[in-house]
């Protein structure tokens, strides 16, 4: 039972554009969710986060919106650098529980 | 400056063995766990622990067992190893916050 989806398991964009992951998740109790990046032969770096209060939240290039009622949310990376290539996981908990469901990733390629 | 280490990174044994991961943070964290990556590339919850106390199992075989000995390290023993606990084993730490730090990852093949 996969509470916390990523449906593409891959995404090419040309540096310079926006790259749109996007994840969903089935339960409802989740109330905080955040974005990890994972190079090869490395642990996962967290990235950003948003709490079920917020639909956005913005750092920089990156940027997380969260869409309650379809239980979706989606990571914007504007422009897309090469370094940005990577595999993207996104996870879901329920504050306080101390305890991150992820998603399979979204392995993303920026080409120059 | 390391921040969430573990040792070993590779480890290839024969079934039926025991072996023994490890890891440290060095951020001053209270809670660590313990997940692993399968071959679909799934990351799980194995274990977490808070200032050396057990918080979470999620169904584990008890031939795994982690050991805290301080809050900052948390140690995983695997017994009798099977060919399924082949994966990559990651150690991570948290404060109060959601935000988890992660370890580069223990890659275990089990032959």
């Known amino acids: 039972d996969q509470q916390v989806k990523q449906n593409s398991p891959s995404l090419s964009v040309q540096e310079g554009r926006i790259s749109i992951l996007n994840c969903d998740y089935t339960?409802?109790?989740?109330?905080?969710f955040l974005w990890y990046k994972k190079y090869p032969a490395e642990g996962p770096t967290f990235l950003i986060s948003i709490s079920s209060i917020k639909d956005k939240n913005e750092d920089g290039r990156f940027t997380v919106f969260l869409n309650k009622s379809a239980k979706h949310l989606s990571l914007h990376i504007v422009p897309s650098q090469p370094g940005d290539s990577a595999v993207y996981f996104c996870a879901a908990t329920t504050q306080g529980a101390q305890k991150l469901v992820f998603g399979q990733g979204t392995r993303l390629t920026i080409n120059p | 400056d390391t921040a969430v280490s573990q040792t070993p990174k590779y480890l290839v044994t024969q079934m039926g063995n025991d072996k023994s991961i490890k890891c440290e943070q060095n951020?001053?964290?209270?809670?660590m766990y313990w997940y692993k990556q399968d071959s679909k590339k799934f990351l799980k919850i194995m274990f977490s622990y808070n200032n050396k106390e057990l918080i979470i199992n999620e169904t584990v075989p008890n031939r795994f067992s982690p050991k805290s000995p301080d809050k900052a390290h948390l140690n995983l023993h695997i017994n009798s190893l099977e060919l399924g606990d082949s994966a990559v084993y990651f150690c991570a730490s948290s404060t109060q916050g959601n935000e988890q730090f992660f370890g580069p990852g223990t890659r275990l093949t089990v032959l």
């Open positions: 951020l001053g964290h209270d809670t």
């Open positions: 339960n409802s109790m989740f109330d905080y």
